[in-house]
């Protein structure tokens, strides 16, 4: 059974810095374009960034200079850098794998003074 597991979320001040991890086990995502959403209370779901096997990137426009998606297919694993944290930044965010089609169960993230 394929899984995905987030972790690393918090609460954080503004201007802050926190960074997810989403470790893949029952598969080998090497070859998976994977992804990290998120959704704020009473917003829908939205993409912050994805990368794709060789590395490509694509950034939301709000997160662009201040998260840095990344990943590790000898770990099985997919980072989310988030730097200068905002208020709005806050949402529980998700790991997917855009080609399996496979959800995390999320983790929160807060920035709040």
């Known amino acids: 059974q394929v899984q995905l597991v987030e972790s690393g979320g918090g609460l954080v001040q503004p201007g802050g810095s926190l960074r997810l991890s989403c470790a893949a086990s029952?598969?080998?995502?090497?070859?998976?374009?994977m992804a990290w959403y998120r959704q704020a209370p009473g917003k829908g779901r939205e993409l912050v960034a994805n990368?794709?096997?060789?590395?490509?990137?694509n950034y939301a426009d709000s997160v662009k200079g201040r998260f840095t998606i990344s990943r590790d297919n000898a770990k099985n694993t997919m980072y989310l850098q988030m730097i200068n944290l905002k208020p709005e930044d806050t949402a529980v965010y998700y790991c997917?794998?855009?080609?399996?089609?496979?959800w995390g169960q999320g983790t929160q993230v807060t920035v709040s003074s």
């Open positions: 990368i794709a096997l060789g590395g490509g990137t």
């Open positions: 997917f794998d855009q080609t399996r089609r496979i």
């Open positions: 029952g598969t080998i995502f090497g070859f998976d374009v």
